[in-house]
């Protein structure tokens, strides 16, 4: 029953897709939907982004293995959002409208230059790789304990459900989809909580199933809660994915008003994976990977009707996510790489098919490196380590200030990942590990830019 369920539901996003497909006529409408967006739908497609393999399975474990504290993977994305939506957003929307750009690599390569494009484009689309293979392994998960696919087809199957539905109609398809899947994600999760906790005994059993601190936001102990902090909330205030979807909001307003929306709805969220995963260190103590509490709980300790609506959650979360990076993977290559450097004069229709394929050819190698990866949880940190790397400081430097050129970007850029790979050679095995190097990148990332802003301040002053 429930894998006829998955294979129905599947079809319906593939038949969706298609048929929102006929609607993309342009590039505009593949990478920004027109902007024609209501802030209400770009509210739906940030969140259904955010709530994916980290937030849900990775947040699960966690919660597994630290109790509460948990809350601090999703509620650390809340708070980048949150510095998204106040600052970033609407500044740049009215840029992007201006200027009718279609990626971030545009608002780069304007800021700065060429190079600079090219060089943050090529590391971001190498490190998202890495999560679009979390949100497939996350996938995989959910058809291992369904039907008992082994991870390796589990991975082809996901590939192949988030090609069909989105390589035709891009952000536009995308949008759409994301809304049948968040009331799915949403309804299902909002049912699992309460069987959840009720099967567990209430608070004082799921308080006291782990060690001191369990039932505490501060259960994971400072270095864990600081490291997830300073992967997650930077990378959420920049990210490429996030940005390119408000900026089909059909205004600034709108983009601002979407983007601190779903900085809320995150914090709240931040705790339903969490307490689901201490209700399942309850009832199964001893699971063999952490990572597979939250689709065992659906399975074999919920109602058979709440657990089958609940793994479809699980499923609709994945794909929602999944297809936010396969947007960013099809955008960036096509645009900031295939345009800018391999073909300037692309038209309109040339561009279009060139970002249909890279979905197609980016979408494979997912779910190659899927296949290879461990767990969700290190496919994540490793996206997210590189994306606050290479593109937390520039992008905030070259938004608030004019001072900083593209030498101030490149040698940030650098340093950053010097820094970065340093850190993790130095602190390797050490609680410091865990936070540390991206830190380590933030600071030498901004030591390259602080003359030029430094430069600019003593200029005010006299």
């Known amino acids: 029953m429930l894998i006829a369920a998955l294979v129905g539901y599947s079809a319906l996003l593939v038949v969706a897709g298609f048929v929102l497909s006929r609607r993309v006529r342009g590039a505009s409408d593949f990478f920004v939907a027109g902007r024609g967006l209501s802030g209400g739908l770009v509210f739906v497609t940030l969140l259904a982004a955010n709530i994916g393999a980290g937030s849900t399975v990775g947040a699960t474990g966690l919660g597994y293995r630290a109790g509460l504290g948990a809350w601090w993977w999703s509620g650390s994305a809340a708070v980048g959002c949150l510095v998204l939506g106040l600052v970033v957003a609407p500044r740049l929307h009215r840029l992007a409208s201006e200027r009718g750009w279609l990626t971030v690599g545009d608002f780069l390569e304007d800021r700065y230059d060429r190079s600079v494009r090219g060089l943050v484009g090529a590391v971001l689309w190498l490190g998202t790789l890495a999560i679009l293979a979390g949100q497939l392994i996350a ?15 589990g991975c082809i199957a996901g590939g192949v459900i988030l090609i069909a539905y989105f390589s035709g109609g891009g952000l536009l398809a995308s949008v759409w989809v994301n809304l049948l899947e968040l009331v799915i994600l949403l309804l299902g999760f909002a049912l699992a909580l309460p069987f959840a906790w009720s099967a ?16 505490s936001l501060s259960g994971m102990g400072a270095g864990e809660s600081l490291g997830l902090f300073a992967i997650l909330a930077p990378s959420f205030v920049v990210s490429p994915g996030l940005v390119q979807k408000t900026w089909g909001a059909r205004s600034a307003a709108a983009a601002r008003a979407a983007a601190l929306g779903n900085a809320a709805a995150l914090a709240l969220f931040a705790f339903v994976p969490a307490l689901l995963g201490m209700a399942m260190r309850v009832v199964r103590p001893s699971l063999a990977h952490s990572e597979l509490a939250l689709p065992m709980l659906m399975r074999d300790v919920l109602p058979a009707w709440v ?16 297809d936010a990076i396969l947007f960013m993977l099809s955008t960036s290559l096509s645009k900031d790489l295939y345009k800018a450097f391999l073909d300037p004069d692309a038209n309109d229709r040339r561009l279009l098919a060139v970002g249909r394929w890279t979905s197609v050819g980016a979408g494979v190698l997912g779910v190659l490196l899927a296949i290879v990866l461990p767990s969700v949880v290190d496919a994540l940190k490793t996206f997210y380590s590189i994306l606050t790397a290479a593109l937390f400081v520039p992008l905030l430097a070259g938004l608030l200030s004019s001072r900083p050129g593209p030498g101030h970007a490149r040698a940030a850029l650098a340093l950053a990942l010097v820094a970065m790979g340093a850190g993790h050679l130095a602190w390797r095995g050490t609680p410091l590990e865990a936070w540390a190097p991206s830190v380590a990148a933030i600071v030498a990332s901004f030591a390259a830019f602080a003359p030029a802003l430094l430069r600019r301040s003593q200029a005010a002053v006299s």
């Open 139 to 153: 996938m995989a998960w959910a058809f291992e304990v369904i039907a008992g696919v082994p991870k390796t087809w």
């Open 200 to 215: 567990a005994g209430g608070w004082s059993a799921l308080s006291r199933a782990g060690d001191a601190g369990y039932g």
């Open 307 to 322: 657990g089958g609506l609940g793994l479809a959650a699980l499923f609709a979360a994945e794909l929602s996510t999944a």
